[in-house]
Each structure stands twice: as structure tokens, then as C-alpha cells.
């Protein structure tokens, strides 16, 4: 009997020797993993970004790490071989109510800029939660209106080798560019059809459901935690620019456009309060008489997606000659406009006729990106949109019996300018968010 106590007392002392040595071993490196993890949370967050921050070609791409500063330098060529010369910093956001929320500010700017200069592009949020093995951590992140995510990358996981651990490969890459309004969904089997972004359907790992759903779930919870993180300063900043953004989308609608040709005795109304603009022109007695005037309906798709119809309202000349007045009559809707983000600080308003085929232009909203953008701003007018617009490049070769702009083609031929590659991506995804907006409408029953 004291024989079994002795191996007892043996087997605890040892027990606690072993613990010991563990905790003391786990307290020493503990500074190191949380460096490393530290270390590969800033080097995957350009990645992360990368549809609201344009990168260097993989093959020039190169990043300095500076875990202090909590800085990343990006230094590489474009894909049109322009130098390409950045700084990323992120900055822990503090929040009182959540304290343990990892939660990370992006900003943006030219190596040779000052720190004040730098922009916001997007969030980055440290998520976690339960897989198949054991737990699985993320990041996840989202561009700075969030609208949409931009990335999500597997941290660590200890899911089953060759099915749950691609999560971490190419799988995850499917995430980037949904839409944050819509809670995302794993599904199985055949794709399904439609523009996933606007569905938010997950396209699941084949024999590794819970995997993928897992992943899913830390994504949709992350993305509602940063909404709630951000939302309130995020709709005070919305609020501060409504009033600019609904005069500006009035001065971009197709006839607030073309008011160039107009006369010199032609004055133009813009309300942002009804969202109309009325054009008249005064004659030789001084009387006033109504060219046209033009209506802007913002709608809220039932996806969630937020679209501006524009409809015209001209004069009706038969009865102006039979009665001496003017009748005012409303034609079909002219064109849809949408205010997407990605381009410039304040994005770009993006207007298309109303069969969605043709661009009728597009308006940069900060005064920095339409300056930047010069002329090949004008080459969206008219662009074939039924297909993705393409960017013309030195030597692209045009059908003879068509036109660039019919080809789908923007820009100015044997020039380079890296802002236009963003504005097109930008633009692109703009038309695909007008069409699947309509196409809600339509399902529903709407006009």
C-alpha cells in the first residue's frame, strides 16, 4: 500500500514538473509566436486588399515588413510596367466595448507622401471558430465603405489533410468581392448560376462541408462585427457627403451631361431635395419656356443593392401648338446610375441606357481621381458594357469596320495610367451590380 502511495506522489510531482516546464517553455515563446503571427498578419494584409488597393504583377512584387510601425513597403511594376512604389499602415482600432477585438484600420498612400496624406481603403478583422478538427482562425477583411469584402485568409486551422485543409489554398479566393449586405451560403454540387457576389452563394470543398460552412459562418459573423465596430462613424461620414454625392449624381445624369451644346440663354435648376433638374431657356421677351426636365428615383433592390433610375420629361409640342402652353410628358426610363466605391476616395457614379448594354459615362466623385484621370474619362462614353470593358494597350488591334468604344475598349491609345486599370475594374463590377439589381427588381415583380 505505501509502495502505490510513493508511485502516486511519484507520478504527481512529475506531473507538475512537466507542467512546469511547459508553461515556462509556452511563457518564453509566447512573445515569438505572437511576433511571427504578428509578422504574417501584416504580410497577408496587402493581399487582402487587393481589390481596393491595385498590386504589383506577382513577378515584381516585393514587400518590406516593418512589425514596429506596423507598416508594409509594396514595391514592383503594374501589369502596363509602371513603377509601383507604396506604403500600407494598419492601425488597431480601439474598441471600449470589445476590448479583445482584433480590428485593423488600412490606409494607403505614396512611399514619398507624408502620413496625413494617407487614405482609408478598407478593415481588417482577426476571426475565429470551430472547423472539423479544432479551431480555425482568419482574417477577414473589407473595403472602407463596407460594401463588399475584399479577402479572407487562413491564419491557422487543423483540418483534415487533403479535404478541410484546402480552405487555405484557392478555395478562400472566392470570398473576395461579395457583397457585405448579403449573408454568404455553402452550397454543394453543381455552381450555381448568377453573379455569386450578388447571391452570396459558397461554392463548397467537395467531401469537407463542415469545413467549408465553417469558414462561411466565421466570415458572415466577422463581417457583422466589423459593421457594428464601424457603422456609426461610418454613417455620420455617409451623412457629411449625401448632400454632395446627390448633387453630383444629378450633374452626371445623361442630360445634365450634354448641357454643353445648349444655348447660351438656357439655364439649368438642379434640386437635390426632389433629385430633379429642370433645363429651360429664356427668349427674346424674357419669357421663361421648359426644355426638359429630368428625374432621379433612387430604389433599393431587393437584394439590398442601391440604384438611381432616371426618367425624362419633355414638353409635348403638338399641344403647345394647338393650345399656346406647354404639357409636360413623361418618356421611359433613359438610363440607371449607380454610386460604386473602389475609385478615388469618394468612388465613381456610373450610369448605363437602361438596357444595361451601353456606358453613357461615368463621373469620378473626388476631385483628385477626376483630375488624375484627364481625358480617357470621356472614352467611357458610349463603351459596349455587354461584355467587361477592356483597357486599350499600346499596340491592341481594332476590328476595321467597328470603333474602340464598340469593342468594349476605354482609355487612349499608347498611354499608361495605372488609376485607369482601377476605375475600369471599378466600373465593371458596377454594371454587373446594376444588372443583377434590375434582375431582383424584375423577380419581384417590379418596374
Known sequence: MLNYIKQGSLVIVLALLFGAALAAVQAQLKPLIEENQKLETLDAIPMLMVTAQALPTEDTIAKKTNAKTMEIQITGQSADGEAMDFIESVVKMDLPASPKTKLFEVKVREATAKAEDAKVIGYVIQAAGMGFGDKIVTLVGVDATCQRITGVYILDQKETPGLGDKICGAWAEQFSGMVCSKKLKVYTGSKRSGDASQTGAIHGISAATISSEAVTKIVNDAVAEIRAAIGPALEQLQAARAAKVRKDLLLATPGATSLKGLSSNSHVAVDPETMSIEVTTVDAQGKVW???????????????AVIYEVKTIVPAVAKLLKMGTYTLERLPVTAYMIHASGAGDNGVLVAVESQCKWVLGITPLDAKTANAAGTWVETFKGANCKDALKVIQPGTKIDATSSATMEGYVGVCGKSDPLLKTVTK?????????????????AKGGK
Not at 290 to 304: A, F, H, L, M, N
Not at 426 to 442: D, F, G, H
Open 290 to 304: 421648359p426644355d426638359y426636365t429630368q428625374k432621379v428615383r433612387e430604389i433599393t433592390t431587393p437584394s439590398g
Open 426 to 442: 471599378t466600373v465593371n463590377q458596377a454594371v454587373a451590380e446594376l444588372r443583377a439589381a434590375l434582375a431582383s427588381i424584375k
